[in-house]
């Protein structure tokens, strides 16, 4: 949403039907290179299926969505996804978890090496490359789905509510460990989340989702300034303000489908 920075993504006009059933209706977006974003709002409102259109695993009935120059036309490689579920390969190990997407690009050798041993070091797991998902805590699986995507050396890094399942104290932990990747990495984000807390603490922008049918309700550039305390009054007011603008999507009535 930085005007100084040409979009990473362009959506315009995007809806998406399942059948009858209107999921996504009229949505523009603009994200930069290296912006981090998060869509906000309840269930139902469109978040996650505005995310797979992104990703390319739904596509729109209406408008266009372009990463780059390029219209989306499926799934790639420049798109990396982490889902709420750690999604990973119980058979592999760590190591071969990371490694599997570069594997695929036909890396090999010390090169596949290395590109493990850096992302694992980059979440903190380098001392568990030869361990299998189910010796590790829900926390650690979680950062091993985050090592194995940037692994893959996407432009975007695309997350489905991927500490949702975690306890607060965890999924505080991860949210300042993910921040710190981002700002090594420098790669642009989209990340959906329930959480308002979750939403301020994390983002440079705030897209305030509506259901009924889902739509953009409101985009909201957070200002408070990095590294973020979340007991700062800043924090809070910045919190209250995306909370009137998402209570506001609860008295307004949805359109007619």
Not at 144 to 149: E, S
Not at 214 to 231: E, L, Q, S, W, Y
């Amino acid at each position: 949403m930085n005007g100084s920075r040409q979009p990473k993504i362009t959506i315009r006009d995007l809806a998406v039907h399942y059948g009858a059933h209107e999921v996504l209706r009229g949505a523009s977006l603009d994200i930069a290179d290296g912006e981090f974003v998060c869509l906000l709002g309840p269930s139902g409102c469109g978040k996650t299926t505005l995310l797979n259109v992104v990703a390319g695993f739904v596509f729109p009935s209406a408008g266009q969505i372009v990463v780059g120059d390029r219209p989306v036309q499926g799934p790639g490689v420049d798109r990396g996804m982490v889902f709420q579920e750690y999604a990973l390969f119980p058979w592999f190990t760590v190591e071969q978890n990371v490694q599997y997407g570069p594997k695929l690009r036909g890396a090999g050798g010390t090169e596949l090496t290395a590109i493990s041993d850096r992302y694992l070091k980059l979440v903190g797991l380098d001392q568990h490359k030869r361990h299998y998902p189910n010796q590790l805590s829900g926390g650690q699986r979680q950062r091993v789905a985050i090592a194995r995507a940037l692994a893959s050396q996407p432009q975007i890094l695309l997350m489905d509510e991927p500490f949702g399942a975690l306890d607060a104290m965890t999924r505080e932990s991860l949210q300042e460990e993910l921040l710190r990747i981002w700002e090594v990495e420098r790669r642009t984000c989209v990340f959906v989340t329930h959480s308002i807390a979750e939403a301020v603490f994390l983002a440079d922008t705030i897209v305030i989702m509506q259901s009924h049918p889902g739509r953009i309700h409101a985009v909201i550039r957070n200002t408070v300034a990095r590294p973020r305390g979340r007991t700062s009054d800043a924090y809070f007011a910045m919190y209250r303000k995306v909370d009137e603008d998402l209570r506001q999507t609860e008295r307004q009535p949805g359109a007619a489908t």
